[in-house]
């Protein structure tokens, strides 16, 4: 995924200008800058929620717009609201969202949310689980997902030590087998795979 | 001249005595609607400029002063 | 067995899967909820009885103005419910997920529509001959009147959900949706209120019928466009 | 052509474009409403059957007509809006719909005094009139969502959706209802639409008339959308300097 130019204003303050990244297959991108820098906005930019920017992203070297059946089978995008609905059991969550993608059967299911942990909660109404909990929830969609390029925002919060180990080293395994990441976090992430940064508050100090 | 419908100024206030109300209650409501048209913009204009220069000179001032951080 | 995603074969099969998924959830969800299956029912018992309260008693008073009173209470209970179509999707974050979906979000939007209407409108139809009743509407008007409703109900499912889109994303919402959706569904209202009324005078009510199917049809085609439109905007 | 459209597009551009037209449009209303007013209220007959009220219809025709005219106009610059993202057109449909709403407003006050003398009453259910009531829902609907939504393009956008929806549904609710509204009561015995049937020295002075009104319905557009013009590009060089060019008021 290439960006170039970005460009986007909100309620009168310029978030970024000319801001190129390039995402490629095997690689972590972190995003960081202090709150209110537009990390979220970029992240909604780059996964086609939010259309308020000039520049323009590639995917695979096409236009984005031209081909967004094709980014949207390969690419998932967990934000702030993390997308489980209080009302049903993690399964009925991640059995409805896999079918948006791609249907997966309940063995991959049950086999996501024990790898995050949360073996005895399949049938559990989600209101019941604490926050760290449904956050792992969302987080097991990575696994069953087909997708290739993840675009997560501040996946890390909520989640206790374990569930941070747990999960870096399932950021790892995704870069290592090819696939990308794009992530926002506060803590010091550390993966075993290639990643670097781009910190939105220096880029904007020296423009 | 084409001829006038009314030979006089109060014949013509009478409107044919029976509906003299609501025609002029129409009329009354047409002066409204293309005056209010006409003239609110022409203020909320008058109003911009006025918010306008009194930002300008705000900044202007804090711009000759350095503020004390 | 992980059906391939990209295939075009297998979108059609997926785009179908999705479909059905979001309609079994919505009405999971639904069931799950058993107040949201009351209140359109409830709310319609009330606003119809409240009718006779305000007008009398006096049967022949009241058939006269059956019809519209069965049906300006239908319209007003699948009003009300229109409001959790997309509120609770859209702040716990799965609306995002429904917008990143690959599949073409015309048939998502269509699947929460529908099973917003067999959550709100079929109850309300099948509720209706007894209120019907009720009001002393003349029996030769019965089956019209649910046949009305039945199509009915649909166009007012499906213009709301342009209407609630629109304004998800907004704290006040409830008089703003009203203020959207009420003037765009008058004429479902005249027409279906017409039919029934016709009926009572024995006139023909073939037109009506046409003239209620091509709206509905209007609306199936169209509305779930504005609303998928909508939505984009408001989650923006 | 596409240099053209997209230069059409800079609000500062048609900014001073209004500024060179408007002296004109207003000489244009003066003299078109001088004349019309005068004709219409002092030389038109008294018609046989309606007597001196035929002169409502001087208000109530052009008013209604252009009042049907701006649902439409909204949803076209709605559309611009969402299709191209101009800028311009968003502050075109902003504008239209206060003045439509103001149009619909006078349509149905002049409509419902005009209707009084027939039905004796001051509302009747009458088709036109009901179509205008539920035209003057849509506009209020409109103007409640634009002023609801806070960001300036999302409210843009929203618009946008709903003034095409409800340009496509006025036919279907003006059908609707003068279909509803026919079978009820026999076809008011005199026709609102004077063209067909009236005789020259009626119908000239009423094209003078709508001509004027939509000279004015120009003017009130262009005025109102060169407000927002400035509302929104007033951090903008060109309104800082036409700001400090113009004398403090």
């Keep these: ?207 | ?69 | 067995m992980n059906k391939p995603v990209s295939s075009h074969a297998g979108t059609d099969i997926s785009t179908w899967q999705a479909f059905c998924a979001t309609l079994k959830r919505d009405l999971v969800i639904a069931l799950k909820r058993k107040n949201d299956l009351l209140n359109p029912i409830m709310f319609f018992l009330i606003v119809v009885s409240l009718f006779p309260l305000g007008i009398s008693p006096d049967p022949v008073e009241l058939s006269k103005v059956s019809a519209g009173v069965v049906w300006v209470s239908a319209l007003l209970a699948s009003m009300l419910s229109l409001d959790n179509l997309y509120r609770a999707d859209y702040e716990d974050g799965s609306l995002e997920q429904l917008l990143l979906s690959p599949q073409p979000l015309y048939f998502l939007v269509l699947a929460k529509n529908i099973a917003h209407w067999l959550i709100s409108g079929l109850p309300v139809v099948v509720l209706s001959p007894l209120l019907a009743y009720m009001l002393y509407l003349p029996s030769e008007a019965y089956w019209t009147m649910v046949l009305t409703l039945l199509i009915g109900t649909p166009v007012l499912s499906l213009f709301g959900s342009i209407g609630v889109a629109l304004t998800v994303g907004l704290g006040s919402r409830g008089l703003i949706l009203a203020v959207i959706v009420l003037p765009l569904s008058t004429p479902v209202l005249i027409i279906g209120a017409k039919a029934v009324t016709d009926v009572m005078f024995g006139l023909p009510i073939g037109n009506h019928f046409a003239l209620l199917g091509a709206i509905l049809a209007l609306a199936l085609t169209m509305a779930p466009l504005a609303s998928s439109a909508a939505l984009r905007i408001s989650v923006n | ?249």
């Design chain 4, 1 to 249: 052509m596409w240099l053209w459209f997209s230069k059409l597009g800079s609000p500062r551009w048609f900014y001073e474009l209004s500024s060179k037209w408007l002296p004109w449009l207003y000489a244009a209303m003066i003299v078109l409403m001088a004349i019309g007013l005068f004709w219409a209220l002092l030389i038109v007959p008294e018609d046989y059957q309606q007597g001196q009220t035929i002169r409502i219809m001087y208000v109530h025709v052009p008013v209604a007509s252009i009042s049907l005219a701006c649902f439409p106009l909204m949803a076209v610059a709605g559309t611009i809006t969402l299709v191209w993202k101009m800028k311009l057109a968003d502050m075109v449909a902003k504008s239209v719909a206060p003045i439509g709403a103001w149009f619909t407003g006078l349509a149905l006050a002049s409509g419902a005094i005009w209707g009084d003398q027939i039905w004796g009453t001051w509302w009747a259910w009458d088709a036109r009139l009901t179509s205008l009531l539920i035209q003057f829902f849509l506009f209020i609907g409109v103007i409640a969502l634009r002023s609801a939504i806070e960001s300036q393009d999302a409210a843009a956008k929203a618009c946008a959706v709903l003034a095409i929806v409800g340009a496509i549904n006025v036919p279907i609710i003006k059908y609707s209802v003068e279909w509803w509204n026919t079978l009820h009561q026999p076809a008011s015995s005199f026709s609102m639409d004077p063209v067909a049937p009236n005789p020259p020295e009626v119908w000239v002075p009423l094209l003078i008339m709508i001509s004027a009104v939509y000279v004015f319905f120009v003017i009130a557009l262009i005025l109102r959308t060169r407000n927002e013009i400035l509302q929104r590009e007033r951090r903008s060089q060109w309104v800082i300097d036409l700001v400090s060019r113009e004398k403090s008021v």
């Design chain 2, 1 to 69: 001249m084409p001829t006038l419908q009314f030979s006089s100024l109060s014949e013509f206030l009478q409107m044919g005595g029976v509906y003299t109300f609501h025609i002029w209650t129409v009329y009354l409501l047409f002066a409204i609607f293309i005056g209010y048209n006409l003239i609110q913009p022409r203020m909320a204009r008058r109003q911009f400029i006025r918010e306008q220069k009194r930002r300008a000179a705000r900044d202007a001032e804090l711009a000759t002063k350095p503020r004390e951080s």
């Design chain 1, 1 to 207: 995924m290439q960006a170039r130019a970005l460009f986007c204003e909100r309620d009168e303050r310029v978030l970024f200008s000319g801001l190129d990244l390039d995402v490629h297959a095997g690689e972590l991108v972190q995003i960081k800058g202090s709150n209110g820098s537009g990390k979220t906005t970029l992240l909604r930019i780059l996964c086609g929620l939010n259309d308020d920017y000039e520049g323009d992203i590639h995917w695979k070297g096409e236009d984005l717009h031209e081909q967004r059946e094709n980014f949207f089978a390969s690419m998932i995008y967990i934000g702030h609201r993390v997308g489980v609905n209080r009302i049903l059991t993690p399964r009925e969550n991640l059995r409805w969202s896999a079918s948006l993608h791609a249907p997966v059967d309940d063995m991959r299911i049950v086999a996501a949310l024990e790898r995050l942990g949360l073996r005895a909660y399949e049938d559990i109404p989600c209101r019941n689980l604490s926050a760290g909990q449904t956050q792992r929830v969302a987080l097991s969609r990575l696994l069953i997902s087909p997708a290739s390029l993840w675009i997560l925002d501040e996946p890390f919060t909520t989640l206790d030590v374990q569930g941070v180990k747990n999960l870096e080293s399932l950021l790892s395994e995704h870069v290592n087998a090819g696939g990308a990441i794009v992530l926002t976090t506060h803590h010091a992430l550390n993966v075993t795979c290639p990643s670097r940064a781009l910190d939105l508050d220096t880029r904007r100090a020296a423009a």
